[in-house]
């Protein structure tokens, strides 16, 4: 057998390789490294033995301590449940206004529709409720369908132009510009006939010779005078708040293009106390249609009341 090259420097045999004159030393891994090494081994076979590891054609190997996190999980459900459980059934049993008028029955529901409106809807509304462009702010006092407790309790429960048979919005906007309804001069006039309808200025002989267009393509749901009708939730044209924008180019692309929002329904995940509870949640932080005070004054400051959409 060939004796294995030795390092001059090192005393330490060499691999054979070499790069560019460079020669490899076989070096012995640190004994450290290696207990380190069969520790790691020991501990995964003590593992194995323990704890559900090994799959296999109808199951897993279960483990000597039979631990599943999925019954954990399971019995940590039930125990809050049944935490949860008197003071669902407060809620279950009590009309919204008895909620909101009972302190301690308002606190509970304050808490968890707050959960709920983090989880499912902060996505669009914003964690403090103030909404965005294209979504509504519910912590002021405009609503496109009624800001009442029942009223917000039946949009959860249907949603907007969600597919649920009774959901609200069956109206919808016209695309004028789109589907070629109205001409591009026409709804330039329109746009101006909506800023003047509110209160800030426009072109004075624009809005004359829109004024015909209005109340053959707009009053039915808008109303006469442009204040909109929460039956069909059509919005109020006449005021400040603008879910897509107030400026012109905003304006024209609504009625170009005709949005018109979607909500879903929460009848199927919810359960009817949640959605009674996000139904108080949203009504008393929106401080408007006769809301009470919360009972929790901290759960209605998440965030500053915007001024506006």
């Not at 199951?59 to 809050?80: I, P």
């Not at 669902?88 to 968890?112: C, G, N």
């Not at 309790?153 to 069956?170: D, N, Y």
Request: glycine residues 12%; negative net charge; aromatic residues 8%.
């Amino acid at each position: 057998m060939t004796e294995r090259e030795r390092d001059d420097h090192s005393g330490i045999e060499t691999t054979g390789h070499e790069w560019d004159g460079i020669k490899e030393l076989d070096s012995p891994l640190p004994r450290w490294w290696l207990w380190v090494w069969y520790g790691t081994i020991i501990i995964a076979i003590v593992y194995w033995v323990l704890m559900p590891a090994w799959p296999g054609v109808t199951g897993f190997t279960r483990g000597v301590l039979g631990q599943s996190d999925r019954q954990e999980l399971s019995s940590d459900l039930r125990a809050l449940e049944a935490i949860r459980g008197a003071g669902a059934a407060r809620l279950r049993s009590a009309s919204l206004e008895q909620i909101e008028a009972d302190p301690e029955l308002q606190a509970y529901a304050l808490q968890v529709g707050q959960s709920v409106f983090g989880d499912n809807c902060a996505t669009c509304h914003g964690a403090g409720g103030g909404g965005g462009k294209g979504y509504p702010n519910l912590r002021d006092d405009i609503w496109l369908w009624g800001g009442g407790l029942a009223d917000i309790q039946k949009t959860l429960v249907v949603g907007v132009r969600s597919g649920h048979p009774g959901a609200r919005g069956e109206t919808m906007m016209s695309a004028f510009g789109r589907d070629q309804l109205l001409t591009e001069a026409q709804i330039s006039d329109l746009i101006e006939y909506v800023v003047a309808l509110s209160r800030r200025p426009a072109d004075r002989a624009a809005v004359a010779r829109a004024a015909p267009t209005f109340q053959v393509q707009c009053v039915s749901c808008h109303g006469p005078t442009g204040t909109g009708d929460r039956v069909k939730g059509a919005p109020d044209l006449t005021d400040a708040e603008w879910l897509y924008g107030p400026d012109r180019d905003s304006i024209r692309n609504q009625i170009w293009n005709g949005r018109n929002g979607v909500m879903p329904s929460w009848e199927a995940r919810f359960s009817p106390e949640m959605i009674k509870a996000l139904a108080v949640y949203v009504h008393v932080n929106s401080g408007g249609e006769g809301a009470a005070p919360a009972a929790t004054p901290a759960l209605a400051a998440t965030a500053p009341k915007p001024t506006g959409q």
